[in-house]
């Protein structure tokens, strides 16, 4: 445990890089206790949503590096390589991961209002099976409420739209700026 309170304290640009994430992980929690007037810690850890907490993490981490070591030092290029593929991919990859994950909740609830949906463990597998209901047992009541109780069986909010990742950059960017420099 000591060694980890070290490394934590001593390695500056963990420290940057760190603080970074949690303003920005902060800033979604308040914008989604503005727009939804319901506090959900969930935003303080979850994936998604404005600003983007990786491209705060890894712009503060390439401007640090840039102040620390260097702009024409190869540690910089390469975080700011690093932070190109990670802001990439939480618009692209990433988004259309969640976006596909709302078409198929979407497909999944529409079916549940006709299909039966068990499921099932078999050989420590789970196994989703679809049953055209015949009548309205009391399992199938059960089931259906189920569904509609739990209706986002993917997480939806997985990437980041351009803006919230330009917004995470800029939040990284400024951290980085004005944490001192060690």
């Not at 099976?129 to 259906?144: L, M, N, Q, S, Y």
């Not at 739209?161 to 800029?170: D, H, M, R, S, Y």
Request: hydrophobic residues 50%; glycine residues 6%; charged residues 20%.
């Amino acid at each position: 445990m000591k060694e980890l309170l070290e490394f934590l304290t001593c390695n500056y640009f963990i420290n940057v890089s760190v603080t970074a994430w949690f303003f920005a992980q902060l800033l979604k929690t308040l914008l989604t206790l503005i727009v939804s007037k319901e506090l959900v810690l969930e935003r303080m850890v979850g994936a998604g949503g404005m600003p983007s907490a990786h491209s705060a993490f890894v712009c503060s981490l390439a401007v640090s590096m840039g102040q620390k070591v260097g702009w024409e030092s190869p540690e910089f290029a390469i975080c700011l390589a690093f932070a190109a593929v990670v802001m990439y991919d939480a618009m692209g990859v990433r988004r259309a991961a969640g976006e596909q994950a709302k078409m198929l909740n979407k497909i999944v609830s529409a079916m549940s209002d006709n299909f039966r949906i068990v499921f099932e463990v078999e050989n420590k597998h789970h196994f989703n099976v679809f049953r055209k209901r015949t009548h309205d047992d009391p399992d199938e009541i059960k089931t259906k409420k189920a569904m509609d109780d739990n209706r986002d069986l993917l997480k939806e909010l997985l990437g980041h739209t351009p803006l919230e990742v330009f917004g995470g950059a800029v939040l990284g960017v400024l951290v980085a700026f004005l944490f001192p420099v060690m």
